[in-house]
C-alpha cells in the first residue's frame, strides 16, 4: 500500500496542481476586491461563511478534498462509469425542470440548502467528456465513418439542447468545444469549414442589409461559376453544388437567421448579440417579447454591463489602481461583477501589465494540458485531455471577450476564478480526473 501511494504521489503533475492553487487563490482575492468594506472586520467576514468571498473559501476546501479523493482512485474507475455517469447528468438536468430554482432567469439549478445551489449543466461538460472518451477509445468506433461522427455530436449536442432549453446559452455553447478534441481524433476539416463559414454568414447577415448581402451572394456565386466554368460543362453536379449552396447561404439569411432571432432567442439575447456587431435589434420583431395578459412589461436590455466593465479595466491603465483601490468595481457599478465580469476586477487594480500576466498563467495551464495530453499512451486519456484543454479556453477566451465587448454576454463564468461553487467544483474534478489519468499512463494502456 505504502509503495502505490508512493508512486501517485510521484505520477502527478504538481505543475498543473501549483497552477490550480494559484488561480483558486487568485479568484477568491478578485472575489475579495469586489465585496470587501472598509468598515468590517476581513478576518472575521472571511471566516463568517456569509460573503461571497468566504463562501468561495469554503468552496475551494471541499474541493480541496474531493481534488484528494480523486488523486487516491484508481483511473479505471472513470472509464468503467463514464457512460453511466454520462447518463446521470442528462438525468440529473432533466431534473431541473421539475426540481429548478429560477435564477436570473434562468431553470438550471437545484436547491441544495442552506443557500447554495447546484446547477447539473456545470457538472455534465465532465460527464460528457468521460463519455465521448469512452465512446472514441472503444476498439469497434471507427472515427472515419459518418455513423461514429454522428453518434459523438450527439454525445455533445445533447446536454447542449437542454441547456437552451434551460435558458443557458452560454453554457450550450461550451459543448462546442469538443469539436477540438474530435478534430484531433480525425473530425474532417471539412466541418469545422462549414462551422466557420457559417457563422461568417450569420455575422454578415448581422451587419449587412439583406438585399445587398443577397446580391453579393449572388455575385460570389456567378464568378464561382465562371472561374470554374470549364469543370461545369463537365460536370454537372458541381453546377448543381454551387446553385445549392447559394440556395442555402440565401435562405438562411433571408429566413434562417430572422427566424432564430425573433422566435427561438430571447429579446435581450438577440440584443446583446446585436450590440457586438454594432447594430440595434428591435425588440417588437420578437415573439417571446409580446406581453401577455398580466404580465409586466420587460425592461429593454442594453449595453449597459459591457459600457461599465470597460470603463472599469480602462481605468486600471497600465500598472492598475491597487489592491482595494479600484472605484468601479468597489462601487457595484459593474453588475454581476462576482461572476461573470470579475475580469475587470483585476484590470481596474491590476491594470494590463496585471491583465497580461494573468493570461500567461492561463496559457502555462493550457500548453501543460496540451502537453500531458499528447505524451498520453490511450485514446481514452487523450481525448480527455484535449475536452479538458478545449472547455478551459472557450470559458477563458468568451469571459475575457465578454468583458471587452468582443463578445455578446451570454453568461460563462471564468474558470477557476468566478463566484460559484458548481463551477470551481465542476473544473477541480476535471482537472484533477485529468492528473490520475495522466499518472497511470505508464501503467493503463487502453
Not at 89 to 96: E, K, S
Not at 173 to 201: C, D, H, K, N, W
Amino acid at each position: 500500500m505504502s509503495t502505490r501511494n508512493k508512486n501517485i504521489s510521484e505520477g502527478v503533475d504538481w505543475t498543473i496542481i501549483w497552477l490550480y492553487a494559484i488561480l483558486v487563490s487568485i479568484g477568491i482575492l478578485c472575489i475579495f476586491m469586489v465585496e470587501y468594506r472598509t468598515d468590517t472586520n476581513w478576518l472575521q467576514t472571511f471566516l463568517g461563511g456569509k460573503t461571497n468571498y468566504s463562501k468561495q473559501l469554503i468552496f475551494a476546501g471541499v474541493c480541496t478534498i474531493i481534488a484528494t479523493f480523486i488523486l487516491l482512485t484508481d483511473s479505471k474507475l472513470f472509464t468503467a462509469l463514464a457512460n453511466l455517469l454520462y447518463a446521470f447528468g442528462i438525468l440529473l438536468m432533466l431534473a431541473t425542470f421539475v426540481l429548478g430554482k429560477n435564477i436570473n432567469g434562468s431553470k438550471s439549478w437545484i436547491p441544495l440548502g442552506g443557500g447554495f445551489n447546484l446547477q447539473p449543466a456545470e457538472l455534465c461538460k465532465i460527464f460528457t467528456a468521460l463519455a465521448l472518451a469512452k465512446f472514441l477509445s472503444r476498439q469497434e468506433t471507427d472515427f472515419s465513418k459518418l455513423r461514429s461522427q454522428l453518434i459523438a455530436g450527439v454525445i455533445a449536442i445533447s446536454p447542449a439542447i437542454l441547456s437552451i432549453l434551460q435558458h443557458e446559452l452560454g453554457l450550450a455553447l461550451v459543448y462546442s468545444a469538443f469539436l477540438v478534441a474530435m478534430y484531433r481524433e480525425g473530425l474532417p476539416a471539412q466541418i469545422l469549414i462549414f462551422g466557420s463559414s457559417f457563422a461568417t454568414l450569420v455575422i454578415a447577415t448581422l451587419v449587412l442589409d439583406a438585399n445587398v448581402l443577397a446580391i453579393s451572394l449572388t455575385a460570389i456565386a456567378g464568378i464561382l461559376i465562371f472561374i470554374l466554368r470549364k469543370q461545369v460543362k463537365k460536370s454537372r453536379r458541381l453546377l448543381t453544388l454551387i446553385i445549392g449552396v447559394w440556395l442555402f447561404c440565401v435562405a438562411t439569411q433571408r429566413f434562417g437567421v430572422p427566424y432564430i432571432f425573433n422566435n427561438v432567442l430571447e429579446c435581450y439575447q438577440s440584443t446583446r448579440i446585436y450590440s457586438m456587431v454594432g447594430r440595434e435589434y428591435d425588440c417588437s420583431k420578437n415573439k417571446k417579447a409580446e406581453r401577455k395578459v398580466g404580465e409586466k412589461a420587460a425592461r429593454k436590455p442594453d449595453d449597459y454591463n459591457v459600457r461599465q466593465s470597460k470603463i472599469a479595466i480602462g481605468s486600471g491603465g497600465l500598472t492598475g489602481r491597487g489592491f482595494l483601490k479600484g472605484t468601479q468595481t468597489r462601487g457595484k457599478y459593474v453588475p454581476e461583477q462576482h461572476t461573470d465580469f470579475i475580469f475587470t476586477s483585476l484590470g481596474e487594480a491590476f491594470g494590463f501589465a496585471g491583465c497580461i500576466a494573468f493570461l500567461l498563467t492561463y496559457l502555462f495551464l493550457l500548453f501543460r494540458i496540451v502537453k500531458i495530453a499528447e505524451r498520453q499512451r490511450s485514446t481514452f486519456s487523450r481525448v480527455y485531455a484535449y475536452s479538458v484543454a478545449s472547455i478551459i479556453f472557450f470559458h477563458i477566451a468568451v469571459n475575457v471577450s465578454m468583458t471587452i465587448g468582443l463578445f455578446p454576454i451570454v453568461g460563462i463564468p471564468l474558470p477557476l476564478i468566478s463566484y460559484g461553487g458548481s463551477s470551481l467544483l465542476t473544473f477541480t474534478v476535471l482537472i484533477f480526473i485529468l492528473l490520475r489519468l495522466d499518472a497511470d499512463r505508464q501503467m493503463v494502456l487502453r
